[in-house]
């Protein structure tokens, strides 16, 4: 069946190819679109077709809503799948496109809008009967009702501003007389970020774990869970690791979980695909927030559950019905995804683009690498920091984690700094081994101390394989990174 005979692809990088790679065994011809920046970049050679957008900044290309527009109505495009950032979430843009007689592969507008606010979309669930944290129901107006809210909680509290998410704006606050700087601080920002200034309290918990649910919603009234995935490792509020599914839940908590998963897709109109956050805390949940969007870290939820995420969401795009139901649907195995970034984990994450001198991504039972890059290209300055997914699956959890060490050892990406090592420390350090992550594991001491030695292991193992990539040298560079690994295991 063809969904749509043409679709336009509003973004870059390793999400644009995947989104590509779906409408290709769909039989759909795709749009690239591109800035100054990513001429050379492999999403426009993917595609079959490909416009220049505009100049590398975001504002003037990704984000040129009516530029993009235009070009999806110039080579007849009927659809246009946003992506993950740029303007995914933007509800004016999928307003903009219902308008124009585009189809926004995503949820309506007035969801996306909702959802958006995040104080908003509280209250809602909590009507609905989805757990929340306590806080104040609406934004800080008054700063003596807000230390009123705040003590009947209890310290710690967290100011968070309600356009937020990514952390912008959010401060922790454990006491009275720190709270009005806090308030006024964040909504200071908040109007600088996001030109709104609401900002809201809640209960602040200490080392939660970020737990979300999957969810695909068709325009018929047919929505189903695809299950949970563990976000808890993230620095500087940008996930770095993620499973699924996460390694503390239980039947009765999945259960629990994924029928207020379903209640939040319910009473927002949801369509397409989104995921629902919790944060989650000593055997309680608290809803936080919807995000709108395909997410980054869909792969794995497509290992465990071999539903493919974009098809569908192309499918309820074009108004059709799901074509399998809950009981339909269950977990098979685990899988883990590494976010590859172009930056160094023992500089403050520092991010380091630059020209890709050597590349070669691993394969083999159970792997999957989503990339945008290859070897000799070079990663422009003006973008986001991620390269590639790395992604493992196999029947066990620690099975999971054997073949993603498995797979960062044949993982070769010379020219740049990475966080190859970084998660190479990780898939070894023993808290993680036992599923004892939470939103502040990078912060312990633990991590960053067995980080120094493996960087030194890897580089030397690199500076091996780039001789397999040199002139007059036979052997493969997968045979030399086996190798390497065996040698380093014996030493
Ligand atoms: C929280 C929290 C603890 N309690 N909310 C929200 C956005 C996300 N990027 C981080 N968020 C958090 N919300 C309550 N009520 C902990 C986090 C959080 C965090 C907070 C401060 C510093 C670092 C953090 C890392 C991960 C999660």
């Known amino acids: 069946m063809k969904f749509f005979e043409k679709l336009l692809i509003a973004n870059r990088g390793e999400i644009a190819i995947r989104v590509m790679r779906a409408c290709r065994e769909l039989d759909i011809d795709t749009v690239a679109i591109f800035s100054d920046a990513d001429k050379n970049a492999l999403h426009v050679r993917y595609a079959d077709e490909a416009f220049h957008v505009g100049e590398a900044h975001p504002s003037k290309s990704y984000l040129n809503m009516e530029r993009i527009i235009d070009i999806a109505k110039k080579c007849g495009a009927e659809a246009i799948h946003p992506g993950y950032g740029f303007l995914a979430e933007n509800y004016r843009f999928a307003k903009f496109c219902l308008d124009e007689g585009v189809t926004f592969v995503g949820p309506q507008w007035k969801t996306i809008k909702a959802m958006g606010s995040k104080i908003g979309s509280k209250q809602m669930m909590r ?4 757990p929340v944290l306590p806080g104040t129901d609406s934004g800080i107006t008054d700063i003596d009702e807000a230390k009123k809210v705040a003590a009947e909680i209890g310290y710690p509290v967290i100011v968070k501003a309600s356009a937020g998410g990514g952390g912008i704006g959010m ?45 695909l919603a068709d325009e018929h009234g047919n929505a189903v869970h695809l299950y949970d995935r563990e976000c808890s490792i993230q620095r500087r509020h940008q996930k770095l690791i993620e499973e699924a599914p996460s390694p503390i839940m239980t039947d009765e908590l999945r259960e629990r979980m994924a029928e207020s998963a379903l209640k939040v897709s319910e009473v927002s109109n949801y369509t397409n695909a989104g995921s629902v956050e919790f944060l989650y805390s000593q055997g309680n949940y608290y809803f936080m927030e919807m995000n709108t969007r395909l997410q980054v870290e869909h792969t794995i939820t497509e290992f465990i559950t071999g539903v493919d995420l974009v098809k569908q969401q192309i499918a309820i795009a074009a108004g059709e019905s799901l074509s399998f139901e809950q009981k339909d ?3 098979r195995g685990h899988a883990i995804e590494c976010r590859i970034n172009a ?13 890709i001198l050597r ?27 991620m390269i590639a997914k790395l992604c493992a699956w196999d029947s066990t959890r620690l099975d999971a984690i054997r073949r993603m060490r498995r797979a960062i ?6 020219g740049i700094k990475t966080t190859l090592p970084l998660h190479y420390a990780i898939m070894n350090n023993q808290q993680f081994i036992e599923g004892n992550t939470h939103t502040h594991f990078l912060q312990e001491e633990h991590i960053l101390k067995t980080l120094e030695r493996y960087k030194r292991d890897e580089e030397t193992r690199m500076q091996t394989l780039a001789g397999s990539f040199d002139q007059g040298k036979k052997v493969a ?14 030493s």
Do not use: C, W
Not at 343 to 355: C, I, R, V, W
Not at 478 to 487: D, G, H, K, L, W
């Open 127 to 130: 009507s609905a009967g989805v």
């Open 171 to 215: 401060q922790i606050v454990n006491d009275e007389k720190s709270l009005e700087e806090a308030v006024t601080g964040s909504q200071r920002i908040a109007k600088s970020a996001f030109g709104d200034a609401t900002v809201f309290i809640e209960k602040y918990l200490i080392k939660p774990r970020h737990i979300e649910f999957q969810i």
């Open 329 to 331: 649907l269950s977990i």
């Open 343 to 355: 930056e160094d984990p023992l500089n403050n994450f520092a991010a380091d683009p630059g020209k």
């Open 359 to 385: 590349y070669r991504s691993p394969g083999g039972p159970g792997i999957r690498v989503d990339s945008g890059i290859h070897m000799g290209y070079t990663i422009p300055p003006n973008y986001d920091s």
């Open 409 to 414: 050892t044949e993982y070769i990406v010379l």
């Open 477 to 490: 560079a997968i045979t030399a990174a086996v190798n390497t690994y065996i040698q380093q295991k014996k």
